[in-house]
């Protein structure tokens, strides 16, 4: 078949939902590879600026639907249609677009190019394995083979990209916010955290197993009492938190530090505690503290992991 004729006889897109959470997107391909073909596109290369990390997914549906993001919404439709035409074909192929790119009509608001991986998804045993070792809040990584059109797991990488002539593409959990304290503050850091996809953990009454802090997580004390955060400071001290953060005031601070010294935590220890918590201070209402938190918990996330 030519590629006029598939053009002829292909279904329109249509994005099927808005997501760029990854656990989403590679759901969304096992899904759909069980009512047929799917595509997997993947985000190999960035030319100047771009929306989107390396790595970053759209899942295309053989009857047209997809979901996820490789720019800032402005190409995926047409990556869609790209993935038809690669079902069509029965092969994967790549794609450019912006600078550097035959799609003239096409111009990224960013004035960079990227190119875009076209994978035919023809077993989802990789993606499986991807999801079941999210599920477990562990990180891992996918390893796209071009020259041999194939997909599968790979050990969990610092960052995607390019090793050698494959392409690897890094997950990690999704993050997860334990919350101690039962002010307003706290209520409203738990609303808006859930709101921006974050798995949260409540530590009242009293905090979880050891276990659920793991290196993706950001422990919040939120109390107005230095003797009622007592409990989750020894837990978030003692674990693999990524973030660390206490309410009150650089006074208050000074009295938690001296009393965490004279309990034996090291100074070492006590300088992993980010308070006053937030990335901007200080703040009047538990909305605006709220944003604050997690504002610090991205940005922390952010230059950690990448």
Not at 270 to 277: L, V
Request: hydrophobic share 45%; proline share 4%; with cysteine.
């Amino acid at each position: 078949m030519t590629e006029q004729n598939a053009t002829a006889i292909l279904p329109a897109t249509k994005r099927s939902m808005s997501s760029d959470d990854v656990v989403d997107i590679l759901q969304f391909a096992v899904d759909a590879y069980r009512d047929g073909a799917v595509a997997l596109a993947t985000l190999v290369e960035i030319r100047g600026g771009a929306a989107r990390a390396l790595g970053s997914h759209v899942v295309v549906a053989a009857d047209g639907r997809f979901c996820g993001y490789v720019s800032g919404g402005c190409v995926e439709a047409s990556v869609a249609s790209e993935a038809l035409l690669a079902m069509a074909e029965g092969r994967d192929r790549t794609v450019r677009f912006g600078e550097g790119s035959p799609f003239f009509d096409l111009v990224l608001p960013c004035g960079g190019g990227i190119t875009i991986a076209i994978h035919l998804v023809r077993n989802p045993l990789a993606l499986h394995r991807v999801l079941e070792r999210l599920s477990r809040r562990l990180p891992t990584a996918l390893r796209y083979m071009p020259d041999r059109q194939m997909i599968e797991t790979a050990d969990p990488v610092e960052s995607a990209g390019w090793v050698g002539e494959d392409f690897i593409s890094a997950y990690r959990p999704v993050t997860r916010v334990v919350i101690s304290g039962t002010s307003n503050e706290a209520a409203k850091l738990g609303v808006l955290a859930r709101a921006c996809g974050y798995d949260v953990v409540s530590a009242e009454p009293c905090m979880p197993d050891e276990s659920t802090i793991d290196p993706f997580t950001a422990v919040v004390m939120l109390h107005h009492d230095l003797d009622a955060e007592q409990d989750a400071t020894n837990a978030a001290l003692v674990s693999a938190a990524f973030y660390i953060g206490a309410l009150g005031s650089s006074r208050t601070h000074r009295r938690r530090v001296e009393r965490l010294q004279s309990l034996g935590w090291s100074l070492e220890a006590i300088e992993r505690i980010k308070a006053p918590i937030g990335s901007f201070g200080p703040t009047k209402d538990s909305t605006s503290l709220a944003l604050s938190v997690l504002a610090d918990i991205a940005a922390s996330r952010l230059a950690i992991y990448g």
